[in-house]
């Protein structure tokens, strides 16, 4: 089969298609024909040589991909046979032609949701939906989304939004800020601009939650616009560095930091109820772009230049409609 190894830590060129065995379904596996393969921001800095988890060349990066079950192992009933579905790999092993896929890691995509928008909303579905269920935002909380057009914070918007939220978006770039007034966000500014905070301040005074994805300078100012009783959930560093945020400045701010964290168990149950929201209408994945198995490389430098929305997706074998 065809996949795309990291043979070496580097920039996106390190990045190179090539031949690899054929994986075979293990006990309580199944054997997935890869339609589409997520990428996320995290794997960019995988393949530098950071990340939150250690790989080893030669590998194939890939951490999330749905297709359709071609094989299953033993104890994995074999009427998973021929199912549209999406897992999570354990951090390698998506950008292929075929991935070994644990069966309990499985979601069925629902009938009439497209399998491109079931990936979509494969690791970025769950996490803004874990994040918003943390938060607890409602009706007429002022909640401020960092990175605002990007995977997770396009679902944020709409989420918050949908919960009867003020929602202040923040983004880079005027194609940027208009998806997320698109969107559902009441304010949008674009935080490369001199004195954006104050036109948050303009618009909606102090803001009471904060969804941090950036860290950095973007997530201080966001933190110094909370009112007292306000929130921060810190979930990503798109920046490099975590929002450095003394717990007791916060304290004397009565401000509460949060950084949830998800349970293994929870993945997969919110990965499903995603989908469902998506399958009813009440939720977009936004695809900004799509880039052939070959073309992994140019993702990753896409989104390095911080020249994607939404979510980025490797077409591997794109299924007809009719099988969609």
Known sequence: MRAVWLREFGGPEVLVAGDAPDPEAGPGQVLVDVAYANITFVETQVRRGGG???VRPPTVLGNGVGGVVSAVGDGVSPDLTGRRVVGGLGGSG???????VAADALVEVPPGLPLDSAVALLADGRTATFLVRAAGPASGDRVL???A????????VQLAHAAGAVVVAVAGGARKTALARDLGADVSVDYREPGWEERVREAVGGVDVVFDGV???VARSAFDLLDRGGRMLTYGLASGTWA????ELAATRGVTLVRPRMRPEEARSLTASALAEAAAGRLRPVIGQRFPLEGAADAHAAIEARATVGKTLLEVSVPP????
């Not at 998506?94 to 070994?100: D, F, L, M, P, T």
């Not at 450095?244 to 717990?247: E, F, L, S, T």
């Not at 409609?321 to 969609?324: G, V, Y």
């Open 52 to 54: 939150p988890f250690p």
């Open 94 to 100: 998506g950008y292929a032609e075929r991935a070994v």
């Open 145 to 147: 989304v960092e990175a």
């Open 149 to 156: 057009a990007g995977g997770v914070g396009t679902l944020l």
């Open 215 to 217: 860290g950095g300078s």
């Open 244 to 247: 450095d945020i003394p717990d």
């Open 321 to 324: 409609p009719a099988a969609r």
